[in-house]
């Protein structure tokens, strides 16, 4: 081998040796532990449903004039924290400054009162829109009839009784005797008074265990019935 020649295979096995200590990581690697080193984009967060209002309730949904009507509104977003309502009630149609938050009283409307409310959401210095739920009407309520017991009273004799009724709507009433019928027992249908001549005769009929069982109605419900037990004495 002449001198030349093995000058350049001395130099080619050098170059080798230095090629082969720059191999600590394969370039896939190192790519590998670039990506991770490097800082990650933020997650886009996910964005809060609007502030909305979805639905309200008026409870009770058939109210009397014996109610309170209370607003019960429904976020679209259920799980939304911090949040308070205000609150707009309006009675045929005109707004009621007297209302207090969630609601309103039953000494501020009347029987057949056509009610609806409107709600809006406020939180974190936002406001929605203001809702309107549907209106409901204000239903009759019953008259509340009172029977007092009667006292002791003689055969043959009169007997003078006072029914008493009254109703929330102020609707006139109408009193009735149920039974017994065809007796003689007469009452006042307008104030309740009754009247009843009772003889031996009638006794004997009915037994002595004797029950009047009067009614009243307002003309728009159901009629309201009581009953009362005669005591009976004997003249004779």
């Known amino acids: 081998m002449t001198s030349k020649t093995g000058v350049a295979l001395f130099a080619m096995l050098l170059a080798l040796s230095f090629c082969s200590k720059d191999k600590g990581v394969a370039p896939q ?32 949904g058939a109210p009397t004039v014996l109610d309170d009507i209370s607003a019960v509104p429904e976020l679209a977003d259920p799980g939304r924290e911090n949040v308070a309502f205000q609150y707009q009630w309006f009675i045929n149609g005109r707004e009621s400054l007297e209302a207090d938050g969630d609601k309103l009283g039953k000494a501020q409307f009347k029987k057949g ?9 406020v939180a974190d210095g936002l406001e929605s829109a203001w809702l309107k739920c549907d209106a409901i009407r204000v239903h009759n309520s019953l008259p509340s009839l009172s029977l007092e017991p009667v006292k002791n009273f003689s055969v043959p004799g009169d007997i003078q009784y006072q029914a008493v009724a009254s109703d929330p709507d102020g609707d006139d009433l109408t009193f009735e005797v149920i039974s017994p019928l065809e007796q003689g027992i007469v009452i006042d249908p307008k104030t309740g008074a009754l009247s009843w001549h009772l003889t031996e005769e009638i006794v004997k009929k009915l037994g002595e265990k004797i029950e009047i069982k009067i009614a009243v109605s307002d003309g728009e419900g159901e009629k309201i019935s009581g009953t009362i037990t005669l005591n009976l004495a004997r003249t004779r």
């Open 113 to 121: 009162a056509w009610i609806y409310c409107k709600v809006r959401a």
């Open 29 to 60: 690697q190192q790519q590998t532990v670039h990506e991770k080193n490097d800082p990650q984009p933020a997650r886009a967060a996910v964005a809060e449903a609007p502030l909305q209002v979805k639905t309200i309730s008026l409870l009770p």
